[in-house]
C-alpha cells in the first residue's frame, strides 16, 4: 500500500509526502487492525466450534487445515495486540513474555490515570472545562518558552577547553548514506509515534520503498542548514534539578527552568568558544532554534507553537548542549579559585583542595566558614545566570552546616535566601553522610522494590514474567547503593522475602 500510494506522491516533497500518507494509512490501519478485540474472539469462537465438532465426531482433512490457519490468524492477532499495549504502556522493563496483554494494558491504564487533568486552578478559580484547561496550559508553556529582552553577556576566550583541527574537519565532514541508514537502525522502533503519527519502526520496515528519499531529505539539511523542518515535540518534562552545597556546611540548591531557560544566544557563544566550525554550528542552532512544541493534555495535543529560549528535553542534542553550558560554570569556579576569589576547602592529609563537584546539572560547592568566599560565589551564580539563563531556585535550595555557630548559620541562609537543613542529603541518588549500616539508609530500595511488585502486577503477570522482572529490574535495584556500601543483612533477608512472595 505504502509503494503504491508514494508512486503518485512521487512530485512532492519528503514531508509533504509524509503528510499526504496519513490519510490512508489511518483507513488502512482502521480496516486491518480496527476492533482488535472482536476479531480476536470471532477468532476463539470459530476455533471453539471447529472443536466442538471434531468431538462429535465431524473430522476430515479440510477442517484439520481449517484451524490450523484460524489458529496461526489468532495467534497473529495476539502478538499484534501484545505489541500495542506494550508500547502504549512505554515499559522497559518487560522484553520477553507470552501474552503480556493485561500486563501492559495495566500500565497504559496507570499512566493514563495519573497523567489525567481532571480540574486546573487559573488565576485563582477552579476550571474544570477540557477546552480552558487546554488554553491555559498551552498558554503557560507559551510564556515559559518566551524570550524576554535580556542583555547579551559572553566571557573571555581561554575559559572552555577548544577542540583540535582534526576533531573539527571530522564535524564538519558530509555524511554518507550509510552513516544515515545506521544512525536509523539505532533508534529505538516501538517507541511512540510523534503527533505525525510515525515512528521509527515504519521507516525501517519501508526503507526499501522510502530509504532513497529520507536519505535524500536528511541529505539535503546537511548541505543546506537554512532547509528547515518543523519539529513537533509533544513530550515535556518537569525542570530539573542543580545541587550546590558547602563544607563545615552543605548548601542544597535546586536551580529551576533548567531546559527551559537556557539561552540560545549563549548555547551559540559557547559553540563559538570551543571554536567548533561555522558550518556545524548552523546545523546545531538550526535544529535548536526551528523546534515548535505542542502539549499533550489528557490525550488531545495543543497547537504548536514556536519556542523562543530553552533546549528539549528528549532531543538528542540536549545532553551535549546543556552539558557544554554548565561546563562553563565548571570553568568559571576554578577560575575564580585560581585567582583568589574563592577559597576551596582543604581536606585529608594530602591537602586537598576542594571547591565543587558536578555531574552534568547536579552540582555541589564546598567551601570554609568565609564570609568572602560565599559573597563570590552568590556573585558568580548570579553572573552565570544572566549569561545563560539558568537560575537557582533558592527557596528549594538548603545550607547544611557542619560544626558551625547558630547564629552565623542564620546569617548565611539569610544572605542566601535558602534554607538550613542537615546531614544526610541525597546527591546523584545516594544518601551522603548516612550510615550504610542502619536499615533506614537502604528504605529507598525497599520501597522501590515494593513499588515494583504492586498488587496488580502479581495479579497480571504469568510466572515466566513475574522470573523475568525479578531478574530484569528487581536484582539491578541495590546495584548503584552496592557499588559503594555493604548491604546489612536484614535488608538482604527483607529483599529475597518480598521476591519470594511474588512468586
Not at 1 to 22: C, N, P, S, Y
Not at 221 to 228: I, M
Not at 349 to 369: C, G, K, M, W
Not at 385 to 396: H, T, V, W
Request: glycine content about 6%; hydrophobic content about 40%; aromatic content about 10%.
Amino acid at each position: 500500500m505504502v509503494k503504491e500510494e508514494w508512486r503518485g506522491l512521487r512530485e512532492l516533497q519528503f514531508t509533504e509526502i509524509m503528510k499526504a500518507l496519513t490519510g490512508p494509512l489511518g483507513r488502512w490501519h482502521k480496516d486491518n487492525f480496527g476492533e482488535m478485540d472482536k476479531k480476536i474472539l470471532k477468532l476463539e469462537e470459530e476455533i471453539k466450534k471447529g472443536d466442538g465438532m471434531v468431538s462429535n465426531g465431524v473430522y476430515d482433512g479440510t477442517m484439520e487445515a481449517r484451524r490450523k490457519a484460524l489458529v496461526t490468524c489468532c495467534e497473529r492477532w495476539y502478538v499484534r495486540k501484545e505489541i500495542h499495549w506494550k508500547q502504549m504502556s512505554r515499559s522497559r522493563q518487560a522484553k520477553e513474555m507470552d501474552r503480556n496483554t493485561r500486563y501492559f494494558h495495566h500500565i497504559a491504564s496507570a499512566r493514563r490515570r495519573n497523567n489525567r487533568i481532571d480540574a486546573l486552578i487559573v488565576n485563582d478559580r477552579l476550571v474544570r472545562n477540557q477546552a480552558r484547561i487546554k488554553i491555559a496550559v498551552r498558554e503557560f508553556y507559551k510564556d515559559l518558552y518566551h524570550q524576554g529582552s535580556s542583555p547579551l553577556l559572553g566571557f573571555r576566550d581561554g575559559l572552555v577547553k577548544r577542540i583540535d583541527e582534526e576533531e573539527y574537519m571530522t564535524l564538519e565532514a558530509m555524511h554518507s548514506t550509510e552513516e544515515i541508514r545506521e544512525a536509523v537502525w539505532d533508534c529505538e522502533s516501538s517507541k511512540v509515534p510523534g503527533c505525525d503519527g510515525y515512528n521509527m519502526n515504519f521507516i525501517k520496515r519501508c526503507w526499501d520503498k522510502i530509504g532513497a528519499e529520507f536519505t535524500a531529505f536528511v541529505m539535503g539539511f546537511f548541505q543546506n542548514p537554512s532547509y528547515r523542518q518543523i519539529l513537533i515535540l509533544y513530550y515535556l518534562e518537569g525542570a530539573s534539578y542543580e545541587d550546590e552545597s558547602s563544607d563545615a556546611r552543605i548548601s542544597r540548591g535546586d536551580s529551576e527552568c533548567v531546559c527551559e531557560g537556557v539561552k540560545r544566544s549563549f548555547v551559540d557563544i559557547v559553540l563559538q568558544k570551543i571554536e567548533f566550525g561555522r558550518r556545524w554550528r548552523a546545523w546545531v542552532m538550526e535544529c535548536v532554534t526551528t523546534a515548535s512544541i505542542s502539549v499533550l493534555i489528557n490525550g488531545s495535543p495543543s497547537k504548536p507553537f514556536k519556542m523562543e529560549r530553552g533546549l528539549r528535553q528528549g532531543d538528542p542534542l540536549f545532553p551535549f548542549l546543556f552539558v557544554l553550558v554548565v561546563d562553563v560554570l565548571h570553568r568559571m569556579v576554578g577560575e575564580a579559585v585560581r585567582i583568589g576569589r574563592i577559597f576551596p576547602l582543604v581536606v585529608g592529609r594530602d591537602s586537598v583542595e576542594l571547591s565543587h563537584l558536578q555531574f552534568a546539572d547536579d552540582t555541589i560547592l564546598f567551601y570554609p566558614p568565609e564570609n568572602e568566599t560565599m559573597k563570590n560565589y552568590k556573585w558568580l551564580l548570579r553572573w552565570f545566570e544572566l549569561m545563560s539563563g539558568l537560575s537557582i531556585n533558592y527557596e528549594k535550595s538548603s545550607l547544611i552546616p557542619i560544626n558551625f555557630e547558630e547564629l552565623w548559620v542564620q546569617h548565611m541562609c539569610s544572605l542566601w535566601g535558602c534554607k538550613e537543613d542537615t546531614l544526610p542529603v541525597k546527591y546523584l541518588g545516594i544518601p551522603l553522610g548516612a550510615n550504610p549500616r542502619l536499615v533506614k539508609t537502604w528504605k529507598p530500595i525497599t520501597d522501590k522494590v515494593e513499588d515494583k511488585l504492586s498488587l496488580w502486577k502479581t495479579k497480571v503477570l504469568n510466572k515466566a514474567g513475574k522470573v523475568v522482572l525479578i531478574k530484569s529490574v528487581l536484582n539491578s535495584l541495590p546495584v548503584y547503593y552496592l557499588s559503594l556500601y555493604k548491604m546489612p543483612k536484614p535488608v538482604a533477608k527483607k529483599l529475597i522475602s518480598l521476591q519470594r512472595r511474588f512468586l
